[in-house]
């Protein structure tokens, strides 16, 4: 931590994924993009990266759900007819893997309702997990995704998902913008083109700080730890702490203010 300014710039791994005000943000895990049956594997897009990632985060979620970070889970939605896509974000489409088909329509994912838009089963939201649709690559554009951080007093977003060149990146970036301190996990985010994840992750370690899943998952365990050792006593310990307190002063004198000593003095037996 550093002052600047009279700004305080939180700097350690250990101020900046603080559980209490840190959110976990699961970018894009959904069928259609990392599953081997979803619509990228089905057009001949290499998704083998999303096997040895996908571990790491489950690992990495398992460790927020236990220290009590807020979990986010970001959703790539589009509507039948195109009806959520316009020209450009047509043309955007169209643009990626275009190496890998030949097709003139672009192409079609994560439709509303659909298996492909649903995440996959190791990510999945549990219990009252956050869950936020979106409709472009970033997470915070059009959704109500910064109402919700700043709703539970998040500073921090620690991003992960795919892809890590697309909706990882942007998210990334909409965050700091929103000015949320940014925590990418590295070995939690993956992409179906190595080029442009490396690419990407070398642009993003001169902008954001990097951390593995472990290290994140590390601190968060130590902060659990402390809280157990710190943890305040239960009601049922405090209401037999004030029956002991009121056995022990049974009979005792009561101090009675004497007149015009507003101090009183304890009663003589």
């Known amino acids: 931590m550093i002052e600047i300014e009279g700004k305080t ?7 900046l994924v603080a559980a209490d005000h840190t959110a976990l943000v699961l970018v ?3 069928r259609d993009f990392v599953a081997p049956d979803g619509a990228f594997a089905r057009l001949g897009v290499d998704v083998s990266m999303y ?15 236990r220290a009590g970070v807020l979990v986010v889970h970001v959703q790539m939605s589009s509507l039948p007819g195109r009806r959520s896509d316009s020209p450009p974000q047509i043309r955007f489409n169209l643009r990626m893997h275009e190496h890998a088909h030949t097709r003139v329509a672009p192409l079609e994912y994560t439709e509303v309702g659909s298996p492909g ?11 009252d997990e956050l869950v936020v649709p979106k409709w472009r ?25 795919c892809t890590t060149e697309g909706c990882v990146e942007s998210t990334a970036r ?66 037999a702490d004030l029956a002991a307190n009121r056995r022990a002063s049974a009979g ?18």
């Open 9 to 15: 710039v939180l700097t350690e791994l250990e101020e």
């Open 28 to 30: 894009d895990m959904q």
């Open 51 to 65: 096997v040895t990632m996908r571990p790491r985060l489950a690992s990495l979620l398992d460790a927020a759900r």
């Open 117 to 127: 838009h649903e995440f996959v089963e190791d990510l999945a939201p549990v219990a």
């Open 137 to 161: 690559s970033s997470g915070f554009w059009g959704t109500n995704l910064d109402l919700l951080l700043r709703s539970n007093g998040v500073q921090t977003v620690v991003v992960t998902g």
């Open 174 to 239: 909409d965050a700091m913008f929103s000015d949320y301190y940014v925590v990418v996990a590295d070995d939690c985010v993956a992409s179906d083109d190595p080029a442009q994840h490396d690419a990407s992750l070398f642009l993003m370690r001169h902008r954001f700080d990097i951390a593995s899943g472990a290290e994140i998952a590390s601190t968060w365990g130590r902060t659990r730890d402390a809280r157990r050792v710190q943890r305040p006593a239960s009601s049922e310990t405090l209401v």
């Open 252 to 269: 005792r004198p009561l101090a009675v203010p004497q007149d015009g000593d507003p101090r009183g003095q304890q009663a003589s037996e």
